[in-house]
């Protein structure tokens, strides 16, 4: 099978996020990682080469920082890349960004498309669904398990409320990998080496620009978000917060 | 014709999706805002009893939109029986809640009729006429001003929790209900799903417990739970956990709290080294007492905490598990 992966590169889950000037972005001056669920997409893709043989491509879109996770992926096991590489796409909608992966597969032949099943930044969890709209194949979300058949694939649905559900589905097809799927490998010592020499294809913003118009939503302000509940802080020794916490949950909250 | 707002519910098995009282809650509170018509819709193979449920709040008119394909749930079918009945009605703005299913459809749809979706958002706000979402951003940790600047219809959903769904408006006589049938063509629907299931091993029940000490990744590696089960006992508590430490297998799946795991509303719910993603909170934030310990003083978990301790947990735990002792004694 030939699987198309999509990753993006996203602040550090515990970088302090500054705002820019503007207050419309934070500044970019943090350190990144590979989105989460887009680590275990990546897993799956590579082990569904392993059972079934094919081919593993990895997709992203940024400034050249975002190369650090094709390379991390490649290192991994993935055959090639593509890197949409410009600063431009960071801001563009899920629409968007959706048609500029698009535009720069058209191409291409391949019989899945997995992608985390949302961002750590935006948190929109669309481009996959939409990316499946705009090839005009079907897709499937938050899935926990692929199985590939005869007639294409039966895949494991998470639900909410710990309520899950089988699909079977044709080829080709979008999925949107749920985190938690499998086990994650880590990149071997030869891996990194080898992944020196593995074709990575850059897409410049003027190639796939023709594909996708403006945005169709805008933030118009980034902030800290408002709190809502008063916070009691404790503080002092570790004994003294253990006392005075206790103390709290005897006296005034009555738990214990 | 005046511009109006569409709430469209979500419905499993017949009944109504409670969330869904919250979107109607979303829906009042910004036609009453704007000024524009309210109305819902509800979508199956058979709609009527679930459309005359929302028939009875505060709403213009209520639709239930009906085709034999619609059930068992396909984002073909739903896409393919809203878009050209949106694209002929021309409301506004669509509301849903932001649940699994609507996030299987929802871009589809838009995608279909050209549009976009501003999802997850938590509340909003009509300034000098300008419509304006907000939602969270960065897990959390910041919060956006989201506006459309495309074509109406607009469509947004709403995080679980955004508004109340008690407080949705009555109505003081029911709103008409209009059954519309759609056509879905034949091979329109590629995906064939099966029955709903629950996994076997699903045993613990912590919608129920009262005292919940979860854990993060904070606790750093699985011979570490051991402390945080340890403070569980003392209080006569039940262990749960944010999704990376299931996912990691050091904790079933079945302690998991959050969008994908159980909600909780205990009277004390203890947070050890959790950040406070969007999909933790969720199954949380309805609990009466909230402690957070973590190192991180800007961890978002503290934006809905009764009270902080910012700092080690392995510093704080292991005195808390002894004068939690000593209190039970009655010391």
């Given at each position: 099978m030939k699987i198309l992966v999509c990753m993006k590169q996203v602040p550090q889950k515990d970088a302090p996020l500054k705002l820019n000037e503007s207050g419309t972005w934070i500044r970019e001056d943090v350190s990144y990682e590979v989105n989460e669920p887009d680590a275990y997409a990546l897993e799956e893709a590579l082990r569904q080469k392993e059972k079934h043989g094919g081919e593993v491509v990895v997709i992203t879109s940024g400034p050249a920082r975002a190369q650090q996770v094709l390379r991390e992926a490649l290192a991994k096991g993935a055959d090639r890349a593509i890197h949409l590489e410009d600063n431009a796409f960071v801001g563009l909608d899920a629409l968007n960004t959706a048609k500029a992966f698009a535009a720069a597969i058209k191409d291409e032949r391949f019989d899945l498309i997995f992608t985390g099943l949302q961002s750590d930044d935006?948190?929109?969890?669309?481009?996959?669904?939409?990316?499946?709209?705009?090839?005009?194949?079907?897709?499937?979300?938050?899935?926990?398990?692929?199985?590939?058949?005869?007639?294409?694939?039966?895949?494991?649905?998470?639900?909410?409320?710990?309520?899950?559900?089988?699909?079977?589905?044709?080829?080709?097809?979008?999925?949107?990998?749920?985190?938690?799927?499998?086990?994650?490998?880590?990149?071997?010592?030869?891996?990194?080496?080898?992944?020196?020499?593995?074709?990575?294809?850059?897409?410049?913003?003027?190639?796939?620009?023709?594909?996708?118009?403006?945005?169709?939503?805008?933030?118009?302000?980034?902030?800290?978000?408002?709190?809502?509940?008063?916070?009691?802080?404790?503080?002092?020794?570790?004994?003294?917060?253990?006392?005075?916490?206790?103390?709290?949950?005897?006296?005034?909250?009555?738990?214990? | 014709m005046p511009d109006s707002i569409l709430v469209v519910v979500e419905q499993r098995e017949g009944k109504l999706n409670r969330v869904s009282w919250e979107t109607i809650t979303a829906?009042?509170?910004?036609?009453?805002?704007?000024?524009?018509?309210?109305?819902?819709?509800?979508?199956?193979?058979?709609?009527?009893?679930?459309?005359?449920?929302?028939?009875?709040?505060?709403?213009?008119?209520?639709?239930?939109?009906?085709?034999?394909?619609?059930?068992?749930?396909?984002?073909?079918?739903?896409?393919?029986?809203?878009?050209?009945?949106?694209?002929?009605?021309?409301?506004?703005?669509?509301?849903?809640?932001?649940?699994?299913?609507?996030?299987?459809?929802?871009?589809?749809?838009?995608?279909?009729?050209?549009?976009?979706?501003?999802?997850?958002?938590?509340?909003?706000?009509?300034?000098?006429?300008?419509?304006?979402?907000?939602?969270?951003?960065?897990?959390?940790?910041?919060?956006?001003?989201?506006?459309?600047?495309?074509?109406?219809?607009?469509?947004?959903?709403?995080?679980?929790?955004?508004?109340r769904g008690d407080q949705a408006e009555a109505a003081a006589n029911p709103a008409p209900v209009e059954t519309v049938n759609v056509q879905i063509a034949d091979g329109i629907i590629r995906n064939k799903p099966q029955e709903v299931f629950k996994e076997a091993k699903q045993a613990v029940d912590l919608t129920q417990a009262e005292i919940i000490v979860s854990v993060g990744r904070g606790i750093k590696e699985q011979k570490n739970i051991e402390i945080a089960k340890q403070l569980a006992d003392a209080l006569g508590g039940d262990l749960a956990a944010s999704r990376p430490i299931c996912d990691s297998g050091w904790l079933p799946m079945d302690r998991q709290i959050g969008s994908s795991g159980q909600t909780v509303a205990p009277k004390l719910y203890l947070a050890l080294g959790i950040s406070g993603a969007i999909q933790h909170i969720v199954g949380m934030k309805g609990a009466r007492t909230i402690v957070a310990v973590n190192k991180d003083s800007e961890a978002p978990i503290f934006e809905i905490a009764d009270y902080a301790i910012v700092g080690n947990l392995f510093d704080i735990v292991p005195p808390l598990i002894e004068e939690v002792k000593k209190a039970m004694a009655g010391g």
């Open positions: 935006y948190g929109y969890a669309q481009t996959g669904v939409i990316l499946a709209e705009l090839m005009g194949w079907p897709h499937a979300t938050i899935i926990m398990q692929i199985e590939k058949n005869d007639a294409g694939i039966r895949v494991k649905r998470e639900l909410e409320a710990g309520f899950f559900q089988f699909v079977d589905m044709p080829l080709p097809a979008v999925l949107t990998i749920q985190s938690g799927i499998n086990k994650l490998r880590y990149a071997t010592l030869i891996g990194i080496k080898q992944a020196k020499n593995k074709p990575l294809r850059k897409v410049t913003l003027a190639e796939v620009q023709p594909a996708f118009g403006e945005n169709l939503q805008k933030i118009e302000r980034l902030y800290i978000p408002q709190k809502t509940k008063k916070t009691e802080h404790i503080e002092g020794s570790p004994s003294e917060i253990a006392k005075k916490l206790v103390d709290k949950l005897r006296n005034e909250l009555r738990v214990l | 829906g009042q509170a910004i036609a009453a805002a704007t000024g524009w018509t309210l109305e819902a819709a509800v979508l199956g193979a058979s709609a009527g009893s679930i459309a005359a449920e929302l028939a009875a709040k505060k709403v213009a008119k209520v639709y239930a939109v009906e085709s034999p394909k619609l059930e068992p749930y396909t984002s073909d079918a739903f896409a393919a029986a809203l878009a050209p009945w949106l694209a002929s009605k021309q409301p506004k703005l669509v509301l849903m809640p932001h649940t699994y299913q609507v996030r299987d459809f929802v871009p589809k749809l838009a995608t279909v009729l050209g549009r976009t979706v501003i999802s997850d958002c938590v509340g909003f706000r009509y300034e000098n006429g300008k419509l304006v979402f907000t939602r969270q951003m960065f897990q959390g940790k910041l919060a956006a001003d989201v506006r459309f600047t495309s074509e109406s219809p607009w469509f947004a959903t709403f995080q679980n929790g955004s508004f």
